[in-house]
């Protein structure tokens, strides 16, 4: 068998952030809040889509480090941004350019992100 067809078959190899519920829940939302501002409000479009992207990269960045301070660093920051994304999605539905089904499906993925980083930052921050 050639290395690539053997490759193909292996089982996935994952990064460390990609074995957290978080992770994904909030990879999740960044799609999501791509689709829930619609186009012509590029401003707030935009606001949304660095918020949610900042969630998901801080906290694949805090996963990676070893020192603990350094975690909780990270995933402070990434907790920070999912509360400036709840905020958002409040303006959103307030403003009327999303469904309030959308947005509240949306601040439901942000309230779990949120309780996720919580407990994440919280562990690297004690002993």
Same mark, same amino acid.
């Given at each position: 068998?050639?290395?690539?067809?053997? /490759?193909? %078959?292996?089982? %996935?190899p994952?990064? &460390?952030? %990609?074995?957290? &519920?978080? @992770? +994904?829940? /909030? !990879?999740?939302?960044?799609?999501?809040?791509?689709?829930? !501002?619609?186009?012509?409000?590029s401003?707030?479009? $935009? %606001?949304?889509?660095?918020?949610?992207?900042?969630?998901?990269?801080?906290?694949?960045?805090?996963?990676?480090?070893?020192?603990?301070?350094?975690? /909780?660093?990270? @995933?402070?920051?990434?907790?920070?941004?999912?509360?400036?994304?709840? #905020?958002? =999605? &409040?303006? =959103?539905?307030? *403003?009327?350019? /999303? $469904? =309030?089904?959308r947005?509240?499906?949306?601040? +439901?993925? !942000?309230?779990?992100?949120?309780q996720? *980083?919580?407990?994440?930052?919280?562990? #690297?921050?004690?002993?």
């Amino acid at each position: 068998m050639h290395s690539v067809q053997a /490759a193909a %078959q292996a089982p %996935q190899p994952l990064l &460390d952030a %990609q074995r957290l &519920d978080c @992770y +994904w829940v /909030a !990879v999740e939302f960044a799609t999501a809040a791509a689709r829930l !501002v619609p186009p012509g409000h590029s401003a707030l479009r $935009s %606001q949304l889509s660095r918020a949610a992207s900042s969630i998901v990269l801080n906290l694949a960045e805090g996963v990676g480090r070893r020192a603990r301070a350094e975690r /909780a660093h990270f @995933y402070s920051i990434a907790r920070g941004s999912a509360m400036e994304c709840g #905020a958002i =999605v &409040d303006l =959103v539905r307030s *403003l009327g350019l /999303a $469904s =309030v089904v959308r947005c509240k499906e949306a601040q +439901w993925l !942000v309230v779990r992100i949120v309780q996720m *980083l919580t407990k994440l930052e919280a562990q #690297a921050s004690s002993r």
